[in-house]
């Protein structure tokens, strides 16, 4: 970056002469241009030095007042003027009317072209561009080299620092620390209190543009703040961060800084291919873990050998919790965005779950993008809930990914494992068919009624209705008794004493009764295929 307050001291530009304050120089030259016409600022690019001889002002310089706001509009790097020609010299009413607006005017003697100043001072802007551009290749090979040499993105990260000589910051896209240059201990702020104030500051948007802020260390010390998003091929980046980006020295550029970013872009993706293969070798495990179990093929003998190498342990306690998210809140369409999520869930849940389950491991589930938990103690219902809220609780409150919970039962086995994740994938189909999805659910064991959940409760009602006719819904005081005497009679395996010392009536009445009942029925209610219809249209006829 080319500043003006250095190139002015540069012997070639020394008959040059600064008429404002050296403050009104500290700007970004990039172009230099000539004009006579008034309306320069229409036709002309920010950070440019625009050179003249002011002929349309000789007879009334008040008028470069409008040409100098017009220039500050576009944020113009300063005006060069040259006297002895048109204007002898210019009024001291001009020159603190550019101090006032920060705008730097430059005296240009008669002696010179206003030609050969624009040349000499492109040719120098040229030579600074080709010195930037000379280092950033050169940081670039020096990097490129780091990687063939497989470096660490802390021993990047710190030879990136040394190169621009401020302190240096690289997150995640949880916007968790990864690494920092050791200079941040400088600072006032640990780097995580940084990142919580950029927080609050929005830098971290979702358009993966570079973003500038000032953050207060205390004692009223400010400094400024450039976070660059690591721009790939993902929608939530890792970021690089800068602090006092002023302070970088010559030639270090932007284009250096791309370069370093794009070498930070290499070494994210190597180590997202490494993470994926050992997702890989996790799932294969998992899997084959489960087939052993179903196929009974655990090898006792074995078994610390293989499975502890995954950090399985002798327990008396498994349970299985499956991961999936929540697709209803977000675009189910978006195919790649969903993995991307699920990876990041990955992530998240391998780092933090052991903060929350002793001895938990996390599992990716083989030719799927859901995940599988497996708890190796005994914890309880109340207990798993809370955890498993906070945890995606957290996760949520950095990233806009929901996660869904589907506890199977506790087992007492590794060899029982697979049931309950038969458990777990259960009570998540059944939770796909509902609106509205607990976060946290658990499989309940299930009695000979619950095989009727997936039924309508039309085809529910005509069963009850042609078995029991008048005795499914009774209304009157007789039929509510007689379907109270059989409901009685069929619990106590059609036995007439127990049913009548049960109702407090007489052996007889209950005879009677059940006589009624199986002639309103037209069938044997003793029969035992006869007893399980009528046992299950009067359950189900209550629910």
């Not at 320069?40 to 000789?58: E, P, Q, R, W």
């Not at 293989?306 to 299985?320: A, E, M």
Request: net charge negative.
């Amino acid at each position: 970056m080319t500043i003006l307050k250095d190139i002015l001291p540069v012997p070639r530009f020394s008959d040059f002469k600064l008429l404002t304050t050296i403050e009104t120089t500290e700007i970004e030259l990039k172009n230099v241009d000539i004009s006579e016409t008034p309306d320069i600022a229409d036709f002309t690019s920010s950070h440019t030095l625009v050179l003249t001889t002011a002929m349309v002002y000789k007879d009334n310089q008040n008028g470069l007042k409008e040409l100098i706001d017009s220039l500050v509009s576009i944020n113009s790097a300063g005006l060069g003027i040259k006297v002895g020609r048109f204007i002898d010299e210019i009024d001291q009413e001009i020159i603190d009317y550019a101090n006032e607006k920060s705008l730097a005017i430059i005296e240009i003697p008669v002696t010179h072209r206003l030609g050969s100043v624009l040349q000499k001072f492109s040719s120098f802007i040229n030579q600074s561009k080709t010195e930037q551009i000379s280092y950033a290749l050169d940081i670039q090979k020096q990097f490129s080299n780091l990687i063939l040499n497989d470096a660490s993105l802390s021993k990047i990260v710190s030879e990136f620092n040394h190169s621009v000589n401020c302190p240096i910051i690289l997150l995640d896209p949880f916007k968790e620390v990864i690494s920092s240059s050791r200079d941040i201990t400088e600072l006032n702020l640990p780097p995580k209190e940084i990142v919580k104030r950029l927080k609050k500051q929005k830098a971290f948007g979702i358009e993966q543009q570079t973003s500038s802020k000032f953050v207060d260390l205390g004692e009223n010390n400010q400094v400024e703040v450039a976070v660059y998003p690591i721009k790939s091929n993902n929608y939530f980046p890792y970021y690089l961060i800068i602090i006092s980006p002023e302070n970088i020295p010559y030639p270090v550029s932007e284009f250096a800084i791309d370069q370093a970013l794009l070498v930070l872009s290499f070494v994210l993706l190597k180590n997202d291919k490494v993470l994926e293969s050992k997702k890989q070798i996790k799932s294969d495990y998992f899997l084959n873990l489960i087939e052993r179990q179903q196929h009974n093929l655990i090898d006792e003998k074995n078994w610390l050998s293989y499975d502890t190498n995954f950090g399985v342990q002798l327990s008396q306690f498994y349970q299985i919790v499956y991961v999936t998210m929540d697709t209803t809140l977000s675009n189910s369409y978006k195919i790649k965005l969903n993995e991307e999520k699920m990876k990041l869930a990955y992530q998240w849940l391998e780092k933090k779950v052991t903060h929350f389950f002793n001895d938990a491991l996390i599992f990716p589930e083989k030719n799927s993008s859901h995940l599988i938990i497996m708890l190796q103690n005994k914890i309880s219902q109340r207990q798993v809930t809370d955890s498993l809220i906070q945890l995606a609780g957290q996760l949520k409150e950095v990233l806009p990914i929901d996660l869904l919970f589907s506890c199977g039962q506790l087992c007492q086995s590794i060899d029982t494992i697979s049931t309950s994740l038969v458990e777990a994938k259960i009570i998540f189909e059944e939770g796909k068919h509902k609106k509205n999805i607990n976060s946290v659910s658990f499989y309940k064991s299930k009695g000979i009624l619950n095989l009727f959940d997936s039924m309508q409760p039309e085809e529910i009602r005509y069963f009850c209705q042609k078995l029991l006719k008048e005795l499914a819904f009774p209304s009157e005081s007789m039929y509510i008794e007689l379907r109270k005497t059989l409901k009685t009679f069929l619990n106590n395996q059609c036995e007439i004493t127990k049913t009548a010392n049960e109702l407090f009536i007489h052996r007889n009445t209950v005879k009677y009764r059940i006589d009624n009942c199986e002639e309103i029925l037209g069938l044997d209610i003793t029969s035992p295929e006869n007893s399980l219809n009528l046992r299950l249209a009067l359950e189900l006829s209550e629910q």
